[in-house]
């Protein structure tokens, strides 16, 4: 968690970074005892227990992998499992359009194809006319940039670099 924490605050770590992840994100079945009880394994015991190396249960993996999923490795993503829940439950279609719609945002984030609150930002203040490229933000930018977020909150300006075709 701390490297991937570490890896996360780097500029444009969506795009550009790997992070570690769990390669199979159900556990395997454990065997049972003649009894039925559960064999005690190294899957169940927690990190670091025992001196278990558990090193071989996690990949590199881009933010992407991570939440769209890896075909070629079976990796089915973090939207792949939630859009199998959802497919099991009993929402009514407008409920299931309207997650559907955030599920979309965070997949297209995650793909880089929308930009993500970081780089929007940096984007903003970086070609803003009175950005002079110096790391200073004034207050004039720092309005600005609250007076536009403002404004996209409520429905009053488009951005699609952020949002795309979705709206606030």
């Known amino acids: 968690v ?14 550009n970074e790997k992070f570690h992840f769990r390669k199979q994100i159900f556990p395997q079945s454990r065997p049972s ?11 169940t015991l927690p990190d670091g227990a025992a001196g278990v190396d558990r090193s071989d249960e996690y990949e590199l993996m881009t933010i992407n992998e991570i939440i769209n999923g890896n ?11 939630v859009n ?33 609150a ?6 903003f203040v970086q070609s803003h006319p009175e950005y002079k490229h110096d ?5 004039k930018i720092l309005y600005d940039l609250v007076k536009r977020v403002e ?7 488009q951005e699609p670099k952020l949002l795309g075709n979705f709206t606030v």
């Open 71 to 81: 075909p070629e490795k079976g990796f089915p993503g973090l939207l792949g499992l």
């Open 33 to 43: 005892t003649p009894s039925g009880s559960p064999k005690v394994s190294h899957a």
């Open 151 to 157: 404004q996209i909150n409520k429905g009053e300006v």
């Open 2 to 15: 701390d490297e991937n924490m570490k890896v996360a605050h780097r500029r444009n770590a969506v795009l």
């Open 135 to 139: 790391s200073v933000v004034s207050e």
């Open 84 to 116: 199998n829940y959802l497919n099991t439950l009993n929402i009514d279609i407008e409920t299931r359009c309207e997650i559907s719609k955030y599920l979309e945002l965070i997949k297209r984030r995650a793909n880089g194809s929308l930009m993500t």
């Open 118 to 123: 970081a780089s929007w930002t940096r984007d």
